[in-house]
């Protein structure tokens, strides 16, 4: 059990290298992660040795808010506000094809987008605010969220079972291959889009591919269908409004001589403005529809919303620019454009104000730039430290010593 030192005055400088001097061990803790990845809403091993790093750290309020999430909550006993720090833990259904010691060993699932970093960075800060848990107040409530990556993902999930009850803000990070390692982005106000999801089943008449005359094909209606819905962002929404609507799946067919019955497309669409996010399948469904059936098709359409967009508090932004100028100086600091990935992270947001924030963790001199959700996704590991560091100088000012 790890003994908390007492003193009246906490030194931020020194705290901050004993973070760095902790960064190997965070190492450590994201190699034995990655080895071992699970899918969304499958973390059961991962939520386990999140338990016990906790466990070893001492003196925590653990609970397990849902079957593969965990919390963890260090209270001082004095005064001062709740601060919430998220870190996701789930894996993706990808195949790794890094040629690395600690690669994955489950088949069929990798850590492709970097999950594996935030809960190690998470879990090294609370081993290190635990040391100081008698220089602090308030409370600080660690989220090792399950399911960030498939809808309907396990922030709300989280929220509904009391996680954010009493938090005043919260605070997340995300290491970010296409920014260079060293540098760290922040971004007031929207940040990351509202990312949904959209199924499009095209029935005709099949028949013999050598008569086409006497079918009514939906491979070629679901082409014109495709190409029409890329009307919506060019010539429906005001070209200074973002938006993204993308067809990524085409099934159709069996062999090379039947035209078949159906054609099935699907993809997503993002958008920051509510509006836009009302307005743009009512213009899908109204396009699919006029084009279906000019050719003589039906259609089913279906459309599901995904998560809220994240919106950085632009205060608690201002607020944590300048720990970032202070404490890594201005140069590492990054203005970032607005993402149009999307980020269950705005659930908490619902509940206070929050940052999200991006920790560059790309190096294209050793090959370190492949994107994410790539088989060959990687990060530098300094990320790490930058992380942890980026971190709990953001905790230190929001929270402030006793």
Same mark, same amino acid.
């Given at each position: 059990?790890?003994?908390?030192?007492?003193?009246?005055?906490?030194?931020?400088?020194?705290?901050?290298?004993?973070?760095?001097?902790? $960064?190997?061990?965070?190492?450590?803790?994201?190699?034995?992660?990655?080895?071992?990845?699970?899918?969304?809403?499958? =973390?059961?091993?991962?939520?386990?040795?999140?338990?016990?790093?906790?466990?070893?750290?001492?003196?925590?309020?653990? &609970?397990?808010?849902?079957?593969?999430?965990?919390?963890?909550?260090?209270?001082?006993?004095?005064?001062?506000?709740?601060?919430?720090?998220? @870190?996701?833990?789930?894996?993706?259904?990808?195949?790794? =094809?890094?040629?690395?010691?600690?690669? &994955?060993?489950?088949?069929?699932?990798?850590?492709?987008?970097?999950?594996?970093?935030?809960?190690?960075?998470?879990?090294?800060?609370?081993?290190?605010?635990?040391?100081?848990?008698?220089?602090?107040?308030?409370?600080?409530?660690?989220?090792?969220?399950?399911?960030?990556?498939?809808?309907?993902?396990?922030? =709300?999930?989280?929220?509904?079972?009391?996680?954010?009850?009493?938090?005043?803000?919260?605070?997340?990070?995300?290491?970010?291959?296409?920014?260079?390692? !060293?540098?760290?982005?922040?971004?007031?106000?929207?940040?990351? %889009?509202?990312?949904?999801?959209?199924?499009?089943?095209?029935?005709?008449?099949?028949?013999?591919? @050598?008569?086409?005359?006497?079918?009514?094909?939906?491979? %070629?209606?679901?082409?014109?269908?495709? &190409?029409?819905?890329?009307?919506?962002?060019?010539?429906?929404?005001?070209?200074?409004?973002?938006?993204?609507?993308?067809?990524?799946?085409?099934?159709? !067919?069996?062999?090379?001589?039947?035209?078949?019955?159906?054609?099935?497309?699907? !993809?997503?669409? +993002?958008?920051?403005?509510?509006?836009?996010?009302?307005?743009?399948?009512?213009?899908?469904?109204?396009?699919?529809?006029?084009?279906?059936?000019?050719?003589?098709?039906?259609?089913?359409?279906?459309?599901?919303?995904?998560?809220?967009?994240?919106?950085?508090?632009? $205060?608690?932004?201002?607020?944590?620019?300048?720990?970032?100028?202070?404490?890594?100086?201005?140069?590492?600091?990054?203005?970032? +454009? /607005?993402?149009?990935?999307?980020?269950?992270?705005?659930?908490?947001?619902?509940?206070? /104000?929050?940052?999200?924030?991006?920790?560059?963790?790309?190096?294209?001199?050793? !090959?370190?730039?492949?994107?994410?959700?790539?088989?060959?996704?990687?990060?530098?590991?300094?990320?790490?430290?930058?992380?942890?560091?980026?971190?709990?100088?953001?905790?230190?000012?929001?929270?402030?010593?006793?």
């Amino acid at each position: 059990m790890t003994t908390a030192t007492h003193s009246s005055a906490l030194d931020a400088a020194a705290l901050l290298h004993e973070a760095h001097q902790l $960064a190997p061990q965070v190492v450590d803790w994201r190699r034995a992660l990655h080895r071992r990845p699970e899918v969304a809403f499958q =973390e059961h091993e991962t939520a386990r040795f999140i338990r016990q790093v906790l466990e070893h750290v001492g003196d925590l309020e653990i &609970s397990r808010p849902t079957e593969t999430s965990v919390m963890a909550r260090l209270v001082t006993g004095r005064p001062g506000p709740v601060l919430a720090v998220r @870190a996701d833990i789930d894996a993706l259904p990808i195949h790794e =094809e890094n040629d690395v010691e600690y690669r &994955s060993q489950t088949d069929g699932a990798m850590h492709a987008c970097g999950h594996d970093g935030h809960t190690s960075i998470a879990l090294g800060l609370v081993t290190l605010l635990a040391r100081h848990r008698g220089q602090l107040r308030g409370e600080v409530r660690f989220i090792f969220q399950h399911a960030e990556e498939l809808a309907p993902g396990g922030a =709300e999930a989280m929220v509904q079972q009391g996680v954010m009850d009493g938090v005043d803000q919260v605070i997340g990070l995300h290491v970010w291959s296409a920014m260079p390692v !060293g540098r760290i982005g922040l971004i007031s106000g929207p940040a990351m %889009a509202a990312p949904d999801t959209f199924e499009c089943t095209i029935t005709g008449r099949g028949g013999h591919a @050598a008569i086409p005359h006497g079918t009514i094909d939906p491979i %070629a209606v679901g082409a014109q269908v495709v &190409s029409a819905l890329q009307h919506i962002v060019s010539r429906t929404v005001d070209p200074l409004d973002p938006v993204v609507v993308s067809v990524t799946q085409f099934i159709a !067919g069996t062999t090379f001589n039947v035209i078949p019955n159906t054609a099935y497309l699907a !993809g997503t669409v +993002r958008t920051f403005d509510p509006m836009l996010r009302t307005t743009v399948p009512i213009t899908m469904e109204r396009i699919i529809k006029g084009v279906t059936s000019a050719f003589g098709a039906t259609y089913a359409f279906r459309y599901q919303p995904g998560y809220r967009p994240v919106v950085n508090d632009p $205060a608690l932004t201002a607020r944590l620019t300048d720990v970032v100028t202070r404490t890594f100086g201005a140069d590492t600091l990054i203005d970032m +454009r /607005p993402t149009m990935g999307g980020e269950d992270f705005s659930a908490y947001q619902q509940r206070a /104000p929050g940052v999200f924030a991006f920790i560059g963790a790309g190096n294209v001199d050793v !090959g370190i730039d492949f994107p994410h959700h790539h088989p060959r996704f990687q990060i530098d590991e300094r990320s790490l430290d930058i992380g942890l560091r980026y971190l709990t100088a953001a905790t230190l000012d929001l929270l402030g010593s006793a």
